[in-house]
């Protein structure tokens, strides 16, 4: 069973009732660019140069099997540390605060748990708050889908292919965020590249 918290809303309450979407989010390389900010620090872990990870598209969430092993141990040496200082994707936080001030439920849906992280749920909101972002819950679990069944979730954004495809398979409305893994890769999910492009979609979904 998954663990949910109840964060407080510190937002104004303009525009609530206008949209009233559940829309879900991923935090890692969908509101964050984790991908290229690891990169280091796999390097210094794994002790390979950086190059030999840029060449080949190599970091956190796609690791050569022969890695994998000492996976766990790398988030334990390093994300309490360094997660917090993650750069945001550019404008994620200004579009999140549009979408929530349309009146739509922000829910913070993400794969960290504690076999990665001391303390998922406080190192995530810390996280968040530090960039100006205060989602209306927060659940931290690999069972993406079963929290989007639960909350009755209306759309669903992510970077994972594997997440998106479980999501709308149950039937919930996905938007699959672009990134160094999946750019390339054909699938039958609606694509998106920036965090304007998810707003326009979701203006188009309310007016709809």
């Given at each position: 069973?998954?663990?949910?918290i ?36 796999i ?19 796609n ?34 605060k549009?979408?929530?001030d ?17 303390d998922?749920y406080?190192?995530t909101?810390e ?5 100006k ?9 690999f ?9 009755q979730?209306d ?5 994972s292919?594997?997440h ?6 149950s039937?919930?409305?996905t ?22 492009e998810?707003y ?7 007016y709809?």
């Amino acid at each position: 069973m998954y663990k949910q918290i109840q964060v407080k809303d510190e937002l104004d309450n303009d525009f609530k009732e206008r949209f009233n979407m559940n829309i879900g989010i991923d935090i890692d390389d969908t509101i964050t660019d984790t991908f290229d900010y690891l990169m280091p620090y796999i390097a210094e872990y794994f002790d390979v140069d950086i190059e030999y990870l840029k060449n080949n598209n190599i970091s956190y969430s796609n690791l050569p099997e022969k890695w994998k092993k000492d996976e766990i141990n790398f988030a334990k040496k390093y994300y309490d540390e360094v997660i917090l200082d993650t750069p945001i994707k550019p404008n994620a936080s200004s579009y999140i605060k549009k979408i929530k001030d349309l009146g739509n439920t922000i829910f913070i849906i993400t794969a960290r748990d504690k076999n990665l992280y001391t303390d998922p749920y406080k190192t995530t909101l810390e996280q968040l708050r530090k960039n100006k972002i205060y989602p209306d819950k927060l659940f931290c679990t690999f069972n993406k889908v079963q929290v989007c069944i639960d909350e009755q979730i209306d759309l669903f954004i992510d970077d994972s292919i594997e997440h998106c495809q479980k999501v709308s398979n149950s039937g919930i409305q996905t938007l699959l965020f672009n990134n160094k893994i999946n750019l390339n890769k054909t699938v039958n999910l609606n694509k998106v590249n920036n965090w304007k492009e998810i707003y326009e979609y979701i203006l188009m979904k309310g007016y709809n």
